[in-house]
């Protein structure tokens, strides 16, 4: 069995594993147990083998100890940053593009110059990494020297990676060096107006979290044991999703997709397409990547169950809940604010099951609404002009949803539905009749790793477990019909 290969993520909730066989590629199992984040987090990981030993025959202690190992890690909060730029809509923008496709959780952003109140709220959130970026190259110089100087002497004790004005980049340097700062400098997320440049911020933002960050997180005894974790877990998921697009040597992908993540303190949406742009539409605002991960930070269906509720209200929370529960009986506000204080709390029947579902559609919804494009009109002298912002996915042929809900709910597919164009809603460039997929063993985060080891493999176990779905209806009405 020396061709077993183990996947490890560590979880803010739960620490899993995946068994693969590289010789069969076959997943042969996987395990989880709750993560010992206060503690030492190799005892989460150890509780999770014991019982993979006790659902394998093939794997034993042996086993584990000779295999190859490569880990992810989201734990204690996962990869924190700030991200710091001038304008909101360019420098900003491009910072944040970077941060989130380095497996980045913001925590803030911050545009111009900062100020004391500004400073005062940085220092006061936990943060693991700061983006300072700001002017093209040749451009404005004076707000990124400024916030350098203020970030200096403020009490951040953290890594800083600057991307800003390449003209000025060694000032910035210099600047924060001498107040006993770490910084690394890489090249400009925005060289240009309409030249996007997230790629070098990106490798600096995942090695710095590779070098620092998981000594910070208490990782140390676990990566001891199980060798280097090599990207946080969101930046494993997004690799996975290119692979699973783009295919790998002789091996083809799908083509463009969506993956919809939804998790119990965030959902994540991620796409690998270049943004079909209808002739009937002027694209404006910065070029889109083409594999762009965004995260709701507000939207996870525990730690932010109550939030999803504030934000949608109960009605569409009601009105998502497929089945036939007396929603009217329901006390939604106080049912998602025990899930928020009790973030471990796992469906026990079928109206968690289905409450669930509810919270989940609502988060997908909003999710995928603020990562697709939208459609404006404009009134010029002579015309009404349609103006497009961000990707239109219309036209994208394959939508998979991966995370807890889509593994352990038998009713999974309607939380992907909800993910889909809405009627009601025209100006949304929301998918309009892909391919359903779901990842019903979760393991495509997993996938993502192997891609590091072995890519091919690792895109043919993706497809071989991928579970097809059909759609109840191609096109969602909006959200005041329920779903049956």
């Known amino acids: 069995m020396d061709d077993i290969v183990l996947l490890v993520d560590f979880g803010s909730t739960y620490t899993k594993v995946i068994a693969v066989d590289l010789d069969k590629e076959e997943v042969l199992s996987r395990a989880q147990s709750p993560s010992t984040v206060q503690d030492n987090m190799l005892i989460g990981l150890q509780n999770a083998l014991k019982k993979l030993t006790m659902r394998e025959r093939q794997i034993d202690d042996a086993t584990i100890k000779r295999s190859r190992k490569l880990a992810c890690s989201s734990a204690a909060g996962g990869l924190r940053l700030i991200a710091i730029g001038l304008v909101p809509e360019l420098t900003l923008e491009a910072a944040r593009r970077a941060a989130l496709g380095a497996g980045a959780k913001l925590v803030g952003s911050y545009a111009h110059e900062l100020n004391d109140d500004d400073i005062h709220k940085i220092e006061q959130v936990p943060c693991d990494i700061v983006l300072l970026s700001g002017g093209t190259d040749g451009g404005n110089k004076d707000v990124i020297r400024h916030n350098a100087r203020v970030l200096a002497t403020s009490g951040l004790n953290v890594p800083f990676v600057v991307a800003g004005n390449r003209v000025v980049n060694g000032e910035v340097k210099r600047l924060l060096e001498s107040n006993g700062k770490y910084v690394e400098v890489t090249e400009n997320v ?78 994540n949406i991620h796409s690998v397409a270049k943004g079909y742009s209808g002739a009937c539409a ?85 999710a995928v609404e603020r990562h697709a494009g939208i459609v404006k009109e404009m009134w010029t002298p002579h015309e009404v002009v349609n103006v497009q912002y961000g990707k239109d996915l219309t036209q994208l042929r394959t939508l998979v949803g991966t995370g807890g809900i889509f593994a352990y709910n038998p009713r999974s597919e309607k939380v992907l539905e909800a993910a889909l164009f809405d009627a009601s809603k025209p100006f949304s460039l929301k998918p309009k009749s892909p391919d359903l997929y779901i990842d019903r063993r979760y393991i495509l985060y997993g996938m993502g790793l192997l891609s590091a080891l072995d890519p091919v493999i690792a895109l043919r176990l993706a497809k071989k477990y991928l579970v097809k779905m059909q759609p109840s209806h191609c096109l969602n009405q909006g959200t005041g019909s329920q779903p049956t």
């Open 190 to 267: 925005l060289p240009e107006l309409d030249k996007l440049n997230v790629e070098p911020a990106r490798s600096c933002i995942r090695e710095i979290f590779m070098r620092r960050i998981v000594h910070a997180k208490g990782l140390d005894k676990a990566q001891e044991y199980i060798g280097e974790i090599i990207m946080p877990t969101p930046m494993a998921t997004l690799k996975a999703a290119q692979l699973l697009a783009d295919g790998s040597g002789s091996e083809p992908g799908l083509g463009e997709l969506m993956v919809v993540e939804v998790g119990g303190a965030t959902t």
């Open 282 to 366: 002027v694209v404006k605002g910065l070029p889109e990547p083409y594999a762009k991960r965004t995260v709701e930070g507000d939207l996870g269906i525990r730690y932010n169950a109550a939030t999803i509720v504030n934000i949608v209200g109960e009605q569409r929370v009601s009105c998502n809940i497929p089945g036939k529960l007396d929603c009217a009986s329901l006390d939604l506000v106080g049912f998602t604010s025990y899930l928020s204080k009790n973030v471990g709390f796992v469906p026990a029947n079928e109206q968690d099951f289905l409450i669930d579902l509810g919270l989940a559609r609502c988060a997908v919804e909003v």
